[in-house]
């Protein structure tokens, strides 16, 4: 073993990537630059902002503290993954339109999938929660009132 | 929010036009573009220390690499003002033989991956011979300081721009009044913070030698200006391209040292170069904002008239000075608006920006009305507390009520609603209701505090605000050019540079009420030197109204085109038709034609027309407003625990008047994007130096932008005073958020906490400073 | 923010694992969650040879109840905690600074042994560590040892681990019904490390305290049990004036740092401000 790239298998929103990378490379790299998947954003590379939150396994992560290699063999559902085959947007997007929950949509992938992770989840979602789990992401330009109500109209719509 | 029906469009929250692919992810932003392109990648080398002589940068065998050795023939960045009291200063690309602040790029290493340059940047060696710095403005103005340039202001070694103005007659109001007050307040340094850092690809075209520089940029043509004018190369080899920006707030609109590096890299190599800076970069070496004081007098007559206002201004500007506005940008502009929405006659004020061996400023959300803001709201709260009346009255009695109203500095204040809006935002907020909740809270321990702030919003100027700055170059207008299609589609070209603000959906709106499309049918082209007219950009709340005028104009010019064809068609007088639905209808007849089928006409069947002018649908038109101001009320209430100096906002309150609506939603959602990064500069944002001048915030650990549990709820209420002073009744609203917040919000931490002999001046008011004025408080027996 | 370049092991098994570690030596890591590792590494602050990585170990993962304690496997994540069905005033406790680590996309990676293994004087579970006197179970090529917490955290981001051992486990002690418990922390925003970060146990019977625990985070280079604090309050009467009294004691007794989040002084009176809520608000 060595530096040198490695070979791996990712599956990502259900199609499957033979990639081959640096141990060194983030999975948020390697899902941008290896699986051409560039929704997924670095806004800090240290764990803070959120931008890079992707679901490993159905869980919410930072795709910028977890490397390619560690991700091998896991699921991964990227942004790219919500929408459905044709196009319809998941709830939560459409959420996200309909309540003007994005401005310059840097912060948005990351926190759709952070969204995505509560919602999807099989624990009880209260507003409580919400409000908890959305503050584990940075944006800069809605203020968050808006992402909070978008996340909170796609939880009462996926409830039913 | 709606997506679909019949216009009118106008005044409708119209759901974004290009929200689904953002949201699907397929939002391409300059890292995006990097990521599947073939290219190099950039590390820049910075300066480990804040002053210095450089005496050399070592670049191994092997490591490609630029120092400002190789960059003889390209100019550095200097822009300059018309006036004496500013001091040219350059910013080389690279720093020669001296460094000015920690994190000043020293050499440009260029490798195949950002991993493989990081690594090689590593190598090089860089040695410099450390200086005392200069960290501070009064360590800047002490006397025998180290000069941070050798440029010399008369008297002070680190002044770099001072503006100052006595009205006629100022002394004998100042000297006869009854009270004076002074109040000293300031903001800390603050960054502007886009999730998304800065990055730029420069892409060579080898067939023609051409770069496009695709950038995360607010400012694309003037980007292309600055880089061809310190290249020395003519303007059409380069073509500078805004893919999606994730946000700027003036980050992202002057000139990069990095981004000239780039497109020099880009042609000597002949290949794309890349270059996404990390966000320790971004906090380092990109634009800091705020770091201003204020000392302001106030002479009130016994009633709590503002008669007279004496100011003192101190921007630390860091070590440059940003291209185009300047580093007089933040002094300058406290200066000319400093007054605010208060009917003040007699002004003495001065305002210098002062250099400092740190990051140099940049515009910031607001400029320096934010801490302008804070500085006078205090110094009105203060008096009315010292007069024995009310915070609303006292500012009842000063807010300008006549229109239009000229300042002290010459703004001509067009007309709006100062008192309307605070009595809006103070009975929502229930005045007396919550003196009884306080007065309980305090019963069982619990400190709670309301405050207020009012302001003027100065938005949309055109040429003749900034031709007064005297700038090197002067912004203002915007072009558009409209075009429709044969099949009624229509595309229009602006110079605006759009980021977020959502401008595609409201000029969308706008144009669509005028040529009786749906807004969908309207592709906005903006961002791209190639394809668009010059234009300045966006920034300091300009885009709808200005570039929103312009679409209008030009929008009814396609209109009249529009209307003599489908005249024509329907044997009738072309003003007597209606536009709507897709159809242009002569009015209590049934004889309509469906536009599409005129759009055809205009390029397909022209010789068919006796009347018109030429083939094709086709009109521009330019804007050049000389400025309108909205204005707002904020009040917010917080909670102090007094023991641990932490403070809590409960409610956030916003009485809006910003002319007309275009989109509400998308109005809101720039009032509360600009309320948070108001309370950020009110209560979280700071950045540090340590006594070497190293950044000790280099991290979002320590810097610390508020998350949603710091962002209370905030309600927003709007009136729409139309004047007559801009073309669709819209004023500006991007920035006035960022300018209300802090004022409001320290203001009500005052109110929680003036019984025990506290009040606020300063931002932020982190815990640890709020919990030491009170401890003090205490100590002194000032309860 | 891209890390200097490494190698990558994972490990099958513990006995890989610690082999591997035998053999790289001083420059290799491990990596259990990365949560702390990676950012260090992003900003090369941290710059190993080499990577174990154990996060394959499911036998590493989850809870192992005793009679008289529990031993939480080193690879635990911060959720299985804030999630856990330990009963008892401990289950309180663990759920409780579960909760207070990070944010939730922190808390799905990151691990118990991790942090421990850290050892930021910040951290909700070196300060648990230390507050109920834990036992680390800790495996090399040489065989397993036990350090008690007292001897394990020895400076700031500095333990008693040598560069070639494994954390297995962490050994807590069961504490009985008689226990009060309580989590107060304070810091700047959601999530954020805590400036000061407070946690006790108390064991009250008939309103009279009998043992008494409590620990300090951000305070000294490493959680720091209060024994001023616990003297006072052992014996003494579970009410305000025993906990006015240990929180200022408590107080009086550190000498914290400072930084620009606070000056030493301000962070002595967090912690008197916050032992006293804490000794308010203990609940089983
Ligand atoms: C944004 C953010 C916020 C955070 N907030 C908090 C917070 O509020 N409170 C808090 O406590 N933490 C916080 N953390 C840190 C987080 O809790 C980490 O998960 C934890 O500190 C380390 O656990 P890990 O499994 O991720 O360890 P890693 O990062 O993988 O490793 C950390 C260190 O421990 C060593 N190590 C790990 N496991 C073992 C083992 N079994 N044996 C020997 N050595 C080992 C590693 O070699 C490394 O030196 C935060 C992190 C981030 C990014
Ligand atoms: S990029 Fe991963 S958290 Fe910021
Ligand atoms: S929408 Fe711009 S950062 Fe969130």
Known sequence: MSRAKRDLILYVNGDRFAVSVEPRKSLADTLREDCHLTGTHLGCEHGVCGACTVLLDGEPVRACLILGVQAAGHSIRTVEGLAGENGTLHPLQQAFWDNHGLQCGFCTPGFLMLAAGLLESADPVTDDKIDDVLSSNLCRCTGYQNITRAVCAAARVMRQ | MTGSGTGPWVGRSVRRLGDPSILRGEGRYVADAIAGQDCLHTVFVRSPVAAGVLRAVQVPAGVWALTAAELASVAGICPTMDRPDYVPVTTPVLASDVVRFVGEPVAMVVAASPAEALDAAELVGVEIDRTPPVLSVADALRAGAPAVHDVAFPGEVNTVVQGTLTTPGFGDIFNAAATTVTVSSGSARQSALPIETRGSLADYEQRTGRVTLTTSTQMPHVTRTGICTSLGIPADLLRVVAPDVGGAFGQKMCLAREDIALVHAARQLRRAVAWVETREENLTASWHSREQQYTLTGAFDPDGRLLALRADIVADVGAYSCYPVTFGVEPLMALSELPGPYALEHYDVRARGVLTNKCPIAPYRGVSRPAMTLALERLMDTAAKQLGISPVQIRLRNLVREFPHTTPTGLVLDKASYVETMQDAVTAADLPGFRVRQQAAREQGRLLGIGLSVFAEHTGYGTPAFGARRLFMTPGYERVEITMDPSAGVVIRIGSSPHGQGLATTLAQIIADELGIAPEQIRVVHGDTDSTPFGWGTFASRSLVICGGAALMAARRLRQQLAAIAGELLDCDPWDLVFGDG????????????????????????????????????????????????????????????????????????????????????????????????????????????????????????????????????????????????LTGAKGIGEGGTIGAPAAVLSAISDAVTHLGVDVFQMPQSPHRLHASIQEAKQEGRA | ??????????????????????????????????????????????????????????????????????????????????????????????????????????????????????????????????????????????????????????????????????????????????????VVEFARRAGDFAIVAVMVACSVRNGVIGDARVCLGGVADRPVRSLAAESLLAGQPAGAAAFRAAADAAAAAVSPPADIHGSAGYRRDLVSVLLRRALERMAP
């Open chain 2, 583 to 726: 159809r242009i209808t002569r009015p209590g007849t049934e004889s309509e034609v469906a536009i599409g089928h005129v759009a055809g006409f205009a390029y397909l069947n022209m010789n068919k027309l006796k009347s018109t002018s030429g083939s094709g649908l086709y009109a521009e038109a330019e804007y050049d407003p000389r400025g309108t101001f909205s204005n707002a009320c904020h009040i917010a209430e917080v909670e102090v625990d007094p023991e641990t100096g932490e403070v809590k906002i409960l409610r956030f309150l916003v009485a809006e008047d910003a002319g007309r609506l275009i989109n509400p939603a998308i109005a809101d959602g720039q009032i509360c994007g600009g309320v948070a990064q108001g309370i950020a500069n009110a209560l979280y944002e700071e950045l540090v130096y340590d006594e070497d001048g190293n950044l000790s915030t280099a991290s979002l650990m320590d810097y610390l932008p508020p998350t949603s549990a710091e962002i209370p709820p905030i309600t927003i209420m709007h009136r729409e005073t139309i004047s007559d002073t801009e």
């Open chain 3, 1 to 182: 923010m891209k890390p200097a370049p490494f190698d990558y092991i994972p490990a099958a098994s513990v006995a890989e694992a610690v082999a591997a570690l035998a053999e790289l030596g001083d420059g290799s890591k491990v990596l259990a969650g990365g949560q702390s590792l990676l950012p260090m590494m992003n900003f090369r602050l941290a710059r190993p040879d080499a990577l174990v990585d154990i996060g394959g170990l499911g036998e590493l993962r989850g809870v192992q109840a005793r009679e008289r304690f529990i031993e939480v496997g080193a690879l635990t994540r911060h959720l299985d905690l804030e999630r856990t069905g330990v009963p008892g005033p401990l289950g309180s406790l663990l759920r409780s600074a579960g909760a207070q680590v990070g944010h939730l996309p922190i808390r799905t990676r990151g691990t118990f042994g991790g942090s421990v293994a850290h050892a930021d004087p910040a951290s909700e579970w070196c300060v648990l560590a230390a507050l109920l006197d834990a036992t680390m179970t800790v495996t090399s090529l040489a065989g397993t040892r036990t350090v008690a917490a007292a001897d394990f955290f020895t400076t700031i981001f500095t333990t008693a681990l040598e560069p070639d051992e494994l954390l297995t486990a962490v050994t807590l002690p069961r504490l009985d019904e008689s226990y009060r418990v309580a």
